[in-house]
């Protein structure tokens, strides 16, 4: 699968604080949790961003809580790949888990920048930037990793290992 | 070669005679939990999924600690899902503000009830659940999917993670503990100083602390990124057990010839009071740097702080004074059987009579979700362990993290304070 869309770059250790703040906690419906991505600290976020959009972020991108509220929210949004130089690893799991992906590429993250449009090869993991000529592979996902996505994300993978533990 | 503690435990869960860091393992859960924030997703997942009951209904437990008291409608309607699931699926193990024996916050909540022990597989579907590696546990947040997926099967995949080795030595400065030493370590090795990896602490500072201390260290791991944070199985670790009628707990620590990621020793005989600055838990400067910074509000309470001896330090240095009229103080005991053991020592009467704000358990503002929320322009010192962006309320206001001492101190003071400014 291909994906392409503008850009929405950030910075180092964006935090699920930040993604989606704790007093809206008590919601769970995605829509309504999109309505709040990143509004205390990027208001324009939610009202701009279009389906298909990439977000690109730096070190250790959704530290902070557990909480599956953030992917939850960027996917809702209709953010298509996530791009950053490293993950928080619960929020890495939630992405793989969600079926958002998630790229770990330092070499994609300074070669494009903000409003950038991006084409991203999902099955190869190749990032070409359309605006400023660049392209690069991202590293494959590890083997486990691509066997839960195979198998339609974790809630299908769960369904999978049930019929084999009761065998 | 030897295994680190955790790639122990992890062989063991794994029912594998040995691991090692890089590995994939598919490990038995001993105890699956979430609260009522990251519970209600899960249980939405575990329709999705077709679960018709949890694979075992004694290691499954729910703690609502977030917005209870309930602090909204839809809080409410959350934690009337979770009860509902919990009665329907015979949980043992539900905890909810105003009823039973204990309820609280989660991490103070299920160690003081025997819930864990050493050796143990815990998932949890909040960050701070590297705590219990204070217990010599493996001990990991993560998200409602993964919960859920535990809940329903009795395992998870991990990726066994490297060891970061921490050796403290040296001796205390009065006033400094367990939250100034894993500020300071955060503070050298930064907020991904240790992702994807497991943080040991060993060495003769750390045989010292209580598992009450150790816990605040564990419970800070995750803010350098870590999987997981651990302490050896010791004697100290048996007299907490012992006292939950847990018995016979084997010592448990690395192999002599385990393979660690690195090796760092801290000598903490210098190390003064540390506080986290705005707005980053790796933001940590000695006190002496940013004293006398005025404030609107202190909070001592939390899952990092909120125990008996966090209580009975604030205690000592709140007794026979005043809140400053610049600040409010707000205290609350993490746990009812550390309000109770508050309220019998005298701890919550001393809190009141300085002018404090005395709250039931809950983790209300540490997350900025009720019981002392911040406007813009304000500035609070805080016991808890975060100090994003708008993470105590209004994206403007600001956090400063430090031990119970300084927060106490400083709600006298009205200003970031020592605490030999007012003893």
């Given at each position: 699968?291909?994906?392409?869309?503008?850009?929405?770059?950030?910075?180092?250790?964006?935090?699920?604080?930040?993604?989606?703040?704790?007093?809206?906690?008590?919601?769970?419906?995605?829509?309504?949790?999109?309505?709040?991505?990143?509004?205390?600290?990027?208001?324009?976020?939610?009202?701009?961003?279009?389906?298909?959009?990439?977000?690109?972020?730096?070190?250790?991108?959704?530290?902070?809580?557990?909480?599956?509220?953030?992917?939850?929210?960027?996917?809702?949004?209709?953010?298509?790949?996530?791009?950053?130089?490293?993950?928080?690893?619960?929020?890495?799991?939630?992405?793989?888990?969600?079926?958002?992906?998630?790229?770990?590429?330092?070499?994609?993250?300074?070669?494009?920048?903000?409003?950038?449009?991006?084409?991203?090869?999902?099955?190869?993991?190749?990032?070409?930037?359309?605006?400023?000529?660049?392209?690069?592979?991202?590293?494959?996902?590890?083997?486990?990793?691509?066997?839960?996505?195979?198998?339609?994300?974790?809630?299908?993978?769960?369904?999978?290992?049930?019929?084999?533990?009761?065998? | 070669?030897?295994?680190?503690?955790?790639?122990?435990?992890?062989?063991?869960?794994?029912?594998?005679?040995?691991?090692?860091?890089?590995?994939?393992?598919?490990?038995r859960v001993d105890l699956a939990f979430a609260q009522d924030t990251t519970m209600p997703l899960a249980v939405i997942e575990l329709?999705?999924?077709?679960?018709?009951?949890?694979?075992?209904?004694?290691?499954?437990?729910?703690?609502?600690?977030?917005?209870?008291?309930?602090?909204?409608?839809?809080?409410?309607?959350?934690?009337?899902?979770?009860?509902?699931?919990?009665?329907?699926?015979?949980?043992?193990?539900?905890?909810?503000?105003?009823?039973?024996?204990?309820?609280?916050?989660?991490?103070?909540?299920?160690?003081?009830?025997?819930?864990?022990?050493?050796?143990?597989?815990?998932?949890?579907?909040?960050?701070?659940?590297?705590?219990?590696?204070?217990?010599?546990?493996?001990?990991?947040?993560?998200?409602?999917?993964?919960?859920?997926?535990?809940?329903?099967?009795?395992?998870?995949?991990?990726?066994?993670?490297?060891?970061?080795?921490?050796?403290?030595?040296?001796?205390?400065?009065?006033?400094?503990?367990?939250?100034?030493?894993?500020?300071?370590?955060?503070?050298?090795?930064?907020?991904?100083?240790?992702?994807?990896?497991?943080?040991?602490?060993?060495?003769?500072?750390?045989?010292?602390?209580?598992?009450?201390?150790?816990?605040?260290?564990?419970?800070?791991?995750?803010?350098?990124?870590?999987?997981?944070?651990?302490?050896?199985?010791?004697?100290?670790?048996?007299?907490?057990?012992?006292?939950?009628?847990?018995?016979?707990?084997?010592?448990?620590?690395?192999?002599?010839?385990?393979?660690?990621?690195?090796?760092?020793?801290?000598?903490?005989?210098?190390?003064?009071?540390?506080?986290?600055?705005?707005?980053?838990?790796?933001?940590?400067?000695?006190?002496?740097?940013?004293a006398n910074t005025p404030l609107d509000a202190v909070f001592i309470g939390s899952c990092t702080n909120g125990r008996i001896a966090?209580?009975?330090?604030?205690?000592?240095?709140?007794?026979?004074?005043?809140?400053?009229?610049?600040?409010?103080?707000?205290?609350?005991?993490?746990?009812?059987?550390?309000?109770?053991?508050?309220?019998?020592?005298?701890?919550?009467?001393?809190?009141?009579?300085?002018?404090?704000?005395?709250?039931?358990?809950?983790?209300?503002?540490?997350?900025?979700?009720?019981?002392?929320?911040?406007?813009?322009?304000?500035?609070?010192?805080?016991?808890?362990?975060?100090?994003?962006?708008?993470?105590?309320?209004?994206?403007?206001?600001?956090?400063?993290?430090?031990?119970?001492?300084?927060?106490?101190?400083?709600?006298?003071?009205?200003?970031?304070?020592?605490?030999?400014?007012?003893?």
């Open positions: 699968m291909v994906v392409q869309g503008r850009v929405w770059k950030l910075g180092d250790n964006v935090d699920t604080d930040q993604l989606v703040p704790g007093r809206y906690l008590s919601l769970t419906d995605p829509q309504e949790l999109a309505s709040h991505c990143l509004e205390d600290v990027l208001p324009q976020f939610r009202a701009s961003v279009k389906p298909g959009d990439i977000v690109v972020a730096g070190e250790n991108f959704g530290c902070g809580s557990s909480r599956e509220h953030a992917p939850i929210a960027l996917k809702a949004l209709g953010i298509s790949c996530l791009v950053a130089d490293s993950f928080a690893r619960i929020f890495f799991r939630n992405c793989i888990n969600l079926g958002l992906p998630a790229l770990t590429c330092p070499e994609a993250v300074a070669a494009i920048e903000d409003g950038d449009e991006v084409r991203i090869d999902l099955d190869t993991g190749r990032i070409e930037n359309l605006t400023q000529p660049f392209q690069c592979s991202a590293p494959p996902l590890p083997d486990f990793l691509t066997e839960i996505i195979d198998a339609g994300g974790m809630t299908a993978y769960v369904r999978k290992r049930m019929r084999e533990q009761d065998v | 070669m030897g295994m680190t503690l955790t790639e122990k435990i992890l062989a063991r869960a794994s029912g594998q005679e040995r691991v090692k860091a890089g590995d994939i393992v598919r490990a329709r999705r999924m077709g679960v018709e009951g949890v694979f075992d209904p004694d290691k499954v437990a729910i703690v609502c600690d977030h917005f209870v008291p309930n602090a909204t409608v839809s809080s409410a309607e959350q934690t009337r899902l979770l009860r509902d699931f919990a009665r329907e699926q015979g949980l043992a193990h539900y905890y909810e503000a105003g009823r039973g024996s204990n309820f609280g916050v989660e991490h103070a909540l299920l160690p003081e009830e025997g819930l864990i022990r050493p050796g143990m597989v815990i998932v949890g579907g909040d960050s701070h659940t590297t705590s219990y590696g204070a217990l010599g546990a493996f001990a990991s947040g993560f998200g409602s999917t993964d919960v859920a997926a535990a809940m329903a099967l009795g395992e998870v995949w991990l990726r066994v993670p490297e060891t970061m080795l921490f050796v403290y030595s040296g001796r205390l400065r009065p006033w400094v503990g367990a939250k100034d030493l894993i500020l300071y370590t955060i503070g050298r090795i930064g907020v991904s100083g240790a992702l994807y990896r497991s943080m040991q602490f060993t060495g003769p500072v750390i045989q010292s602390l209580t598992v009450d201390q150790r816990l605040t260290m564990c419970n800070m791991g995750v803010e350098a990124g870590a999987k997981n944070a651990i302490v050896p199985v010791d004697e100290e670790t048996r007299r907490y057990l012992e006292a939950r009628d847990i018995r016979d707990v084997p010592l448990l620590d690395s192999d002599p010839d385990a393979r660690y990621h690195s090796v760092t020793e801290i000598s903490i005989s210098e190390i003064e009071p540390q506080v986290a600055c705005p707005s980053s838990p790796g933001n940590v400067k000695p006190l002496s740097k940013v966090d209580l009975r330090v604030a205690a000592r240095i709140l007794d026979g004074h005043r809140v400053s009229s610049n600040v409010r103080l707000i205290v609350i005991p993490a746990t009812q059987k550390i309000y109770l053991q508050a309220l019998h020592e005298g701890l919550l009467e001393t809190f009141a009579q300085a002018g404090a704000a005395v709250s039931t358990p809950t983790c209300g503002p540490c997350f900025g979700g009720h019981m002392g929320v911040l406007a813009a322009g304000e500035r609070v010192i805080s016991t808890s362990n975060r100090n994003f962006v708008g993470r105590m309320g209004h994206p403007e206001s600001e956090v400063f993290l430090s031990s119970p001492a300084v927060a106490a101190a400083s709600a006298v003071v009205g200003r970031i304070a020592h605490p030999d400014d007012v003893m």
